[in-house]
């Protein structure tokens, strides 16, 4: 007889003590999304905490990596630029959690195209997301893109990804056609880590 | 800003004056030497007499590199600015512009130009005079087509032109090859195969413009009106690689789809002399009338695909 998973509220103060509770989540057979998100949204985003992480590029969004959860997620941060946006994309049937801890990041959700699909793909909905607001997705939700639409304020979020997964399909909006892409990091654990080998990043 | 400020802070080198209500930055800027990053962001500025006059002989106009002046109310690109010939960065992104200075060439050491969120309609060939450009963003505007020589910015890494009024890109564009960021979701793209049907047989003085360029024959400018001479100038080569021929102000526009990466289709606009011409786009079967939406792998795809990492969405 299954019992019933154990809720419980956690807060975390700081981003390090994030970390550590999500450890804590992680290492149990079964995780709630409901407790992830309310943890990742507890946390009242520090900048002094995070500005190490936080390295932006000129051209593109940049990701960056800040835990690799022992295997079992992927917690990364994100930087954002004026005008800067992702394409429309899955998550590979892993749980995505999206935190902003700094500016505003319009997220649009999409429906799944047609198996056969030719044609301009369905809008679900959209909506812009606060700072210390935490977003949730996977891919029975749909797809979505990701983008700041702010001309003025650079976006900072923070995502955790479970099971960690490193590609992904891309989506013409036009078309619906999907097109895999490998997925890379801008910095690791506040290193830098240019990618040697030609990449491929996602398309917006 | 404190009228001192020169004398106070003469090694100042980044100043921030984002979000304070200025309607103006004022003349006790000019005379900071080491100024070479100035952010004034969400403020009031946009009034004439906002950029201090003087700008371009001043220490500052020569020590300034990075001009961030978005969320403010400029409705068109201050003058004053275009003095500064050592600028490397400017963003006017969510002002509200309705256009683009010719001018603007004047900026030559320009590499980052943000114009994100205004009211463009049209961009001006002359913005293709920057050699240094790298990032370009004309993201969230009104801009309707995008001029072919657009593809002379060889120095281009991106271009934002999403949300936008276009439905096709100049074939050009193939040309940037340097060009790793594209965006051009929420503009109404064409996506069927479109022929220009209206075509306009060319006139008199244009057929017999094209005789003289294409059968090459001789004159001088003492033999021919100013005017006429300066029309043989403007002569267009058609480009049909079997054709060899020039037009005037009468072409044949054609669109056809390019395929990007192999995984998107971009709407290309060809300019050809005659209706018999077809374009470099079109496949072995050359027949021009062909209404086939099929992309053939030729010189155009391969141009494409050396156009790394094409964003698009």
């Known amino acids: 007889m299954e ?3 154990q809720t419980e509220t956690w807060k975390a103060a700081s981003l390090e003590e994030l970390i550590r509770i999500l450890h804590r989540l992680f ?3 079964k995780v709630s999304v409901e407790e992830v998100q309310e943890l990742m949204e507890s946390y009242e985003s520090n900048p002094e905490e995070w500005l190490q992480y936080a390295k932006f590029d000129q051209y593109r969004y940049t990701r960056n990596l800040v835990d690799s959860g022992n295997g079992k997620f992927n917690l990364m941060i994100l930087c954002w630029g004026e005008g800067h946006g992702s394409s429309i994309h899955d998550h590979t049937d892993s749980h995505c959690f999206m935190k902003i801890l700094q500016g505003n990041l319009k997220e649009t959700l999409f429906e799944w195209p047609e198996k056969k699909g030719n044609g301009e793909m369905t809008k679900k909905s959209e909506r812009v997301l606060r700072e210390n607001q935490c977003a949730y997705i996977n891919d029975s939700i749909g797809l979505h893109r990701v983008e700041n639409i702010s001309h003025t304020e650079s976006a900072v979020s923070l995502h955790l ?3 960690p997964f490193d590609s992904c399909n891309t989506f013409d909006q036009r078309t619906g056609h999907k097109h895999k892409v490998k997925m890379t990091f801008y910095s690791q654990f506040g290193e830098r880590t240019p990618c040697v080998s030609t990449r491929y990043h996602a398309p917006h | 800003l404190p009228a001192g400020l020169a004398q106070w802070f003469p090694a100042l ?4 004056v984002s979000g304070t209500g200025l309607a103006e930055l004022g003349a006790e800027l000019l005379a900071l030497p080491r100024l070479h990053t100035l952010l004034a962001k969400n403020n009031r500025l946009g009034a ?3 950029l201090p006059k003087g700008l371009g002989r001043a220490p500052l106009g ?10 403010n109310r ?3 690109l201050p003058p004053a600015l275009l003095a500064l010939r050592g600028l490397r960065s400017l963003s006017l992104g969510g002002n509200r512009l309705h256009g683009i200075p010719p001018d603007i060439q004047e900026l030559r050491s320009l590499e980052f130009l943000y114009l994100g969120g205004n009211f463009i309609t049209s961009i001006p060939p002359e913005l293709a005079n920057l050699p240094s450009l790298s990032y370009l963003v004309l993201c969230d505007n009104k801009i309707q087509s995008i001029p072919p020589q657009l593809a002379q910015l060889h120095s281009l890494r991106s271009l934002s032109l999403h949300n936008n009024l276009l439905t096709y890109l100049p074939r050009e564009i193939l040309n940037l090859v340097h060009l790793e960021e594209l965006s051009l979701r929420g503009n109404p793209l064409v996506v069927r195969f479109v022929r220009d049907l209206t075509y306009n047989p060319p006139s008199l003085q244009e057929l017999a413009g094209r005789t003289i360029k294409t059968r090459n024959v001789p004159y001088a400018p003492s033999d021919l009106p100013e005017n ?6 403007l002569a267009s080569n058609c480009p049909n690689p079997k054709c060899g021929g020039v037009y005037f102000d009468s072409c044949v526009r054609q669109i056809k789809f390019v395929d990007f990466c192999g995984k998107y289709r971009i709407p290309l606009m060809h300019y050809l002399c005659s209706p018999e011409c077809s374009s470099p786009c079109s496949s072995a079967s050359q027949s021009s009338t062909s209404q086939s939406e099929s992309d053939s792998e030729d010189e155009a795809s391969v141009a494409a695909r050396r156009m790394q990492k094409v964003l698009l969405g």
């Open chain 1, 161 to 163: 990804y479970s099971p």
């Open chain 1, 27 to 29: 290492s149990e057979e």
């Open chain 2, 48 to 50: 004439p007499g906002s």
């Open chain 1, 3 to 5: 019992q019933p998973v």
């Open chain 2, 228 to 233: 006429l001479v300066r029309y043989l100038s």
């Open chain 2, 13 to 16: 080198e980044v100043l921030d």
């Open chain 2, 74 to 76: 400029f409705a068109e």
């Open chain 2, 62 to 71: 020569r020590s300034l590199r990075v001009l961030n002046l978005s969320g």
